[in-house]
């Protein structure tokens, strides 16, 4: 095996285990830790893409728990 060849081995070797072991060795975040803000690019009582916001905006706060 020629010298590149080993060199090309040790790095792929690396970037495997980076790939495995990095987001075990990753910490858990409390995200989001700000309200999240969704904004609607039309006026209220827009029917129902306003009705569609809302219900989905209110069912994401309860999965976020805020």
Do not use: C, D, F
């Amino acid at each position: 095996m020629t010298p590149h060849g080993s060199i090309r081995m040790v790095v792929a070797a690396l970037a495997t285990g980076a790939l495995i072991l990095g987001p075990a060795l990753a910490l858990a975040q409390s995200y989001p830790n700000k309200p999240i803000k969704l904004v609607l690019g039309y006026p209220p009582g827009g029917g129902l893409t306003e009705l569609l916001v809302r219900w989905s905006t209110h069912w994401l706060n309860t999965l976020a728990s805020q």
